[in-house]
T-cell receptor, first 114, second 111 residues
Framework: IAGITQAPTSQILAAGRRMTLRCTQD?????MYWYRQDLGLGLRLIHY???????GKGEVPDGYSVSRANTDDFPLTLASAVPSQTSVYFC?????????????FGPGTRLTVL | RKEVEQDPGPFNVPEGATVAFNCTYS??????FFWYRQDCRKEPKLLMS???SGNEDGRFTAQLNRASQYISLLIRDSKLSDSATYLC????????????FGDGTTLTVKP
């Protein structure tokens, strides 16, 4: 089934630990994105990638890193988690880069940092 | 001022009502506009794109007003299933790769 998958679905993490959230799409989309959504707020862009091999910083990149080694995968890494990173993380992809195309979202990862 | 602002609501309306949401944006160079729907903190899904000439999809109508820098979403004959949070999304070549989401407007349709 075409779409975006994210793993894990949810995670409770001790502060200071390293964590990688996985995101894979099988639609051969060029662009991929990572967002976080805090309760009562909209989505805020963390990092994006317009094409394999390139990445860019979004609105809230501090404390996060990404890589885009191939078209399908776009992992998000928290090097040393802090409680303020407790959030729901959504990965998305779109056929065209530049944010001008429809974005398709994964089901999200609910992360709690204690 | 936020780049994209929405009235958070909640909007509580009876079935069959007509309801409208507005979304204002600050970047006059913005090029693309969308409405997404989000249910109970699940993943957002595209409801409709917003074109300069306005567009309609069944009971939903979206309009763009570039002069006043806002987009609107009109829902006619509201259904219980329309209860959700509606997110406004604004993109622009000036913010290459960066989509800006509003905080969302919550709609509850009651019997």
């Amino acid at each position: 089934i075409a779409g975006i998958t994210q793993a894990p679905t949810s995670q409770i993490l001790a502060a200071g630990r390293r964590m990688t959230l996985r995101c894979t799409q099988d639609m051969r989309h060029n662009a991929m994105y990572w967002y976080r959504q805090d309760l009562g707020l909209g989505l805020r862009l963390i990092h994006y990638s317009n094409t394999a091999g390139t990445t860019g910083k979004g609105e809230v990149p501090d404390g996060y890193s990404v890589s885009r080694a191939n078209t399908d995968d776009f992992p998000l890494t928290l090097a040393s988690a802090v409680p303020s990173q407790t959030s729901v993380y959504f990965c998305a992809s779109s056929g065209l880069a530049g944010g001008t195309d429809t974005q398709y979202f994964g089901p999200g990862t609910r992360l709690t940092v204690l | 001022r936020k780049e994209v602002e929405q009235d958070p609501g909640p909007f509580n309306v009876p079935e069959g009502a007509t309801v409208a949401f507005n979304c204002t944006y600050s970047n006059s160079a913005s090029q693309s506009f969308f409405w997404y729907r989000q249910d109970c903190r699940k993943e957002p899904k595209l409801l409709m794109s917003v074109y300069s000439s306005g567009n309609e999809d069944g009971r939903f109508t979206a309009q763009l007003n570039r002069a006043s820098q806002y987009i609107s979403l009109l829902i006619r004959d509201s259904k219980l299933s329309d209860s959700a949070t509606y997110l406004c999304v604004v993109n622009g070549y000036a913010n290459a790769g960066k989509s800006t989401f509003g905080d969302g407007t919550t709609l509850t349709v009651k019997p």
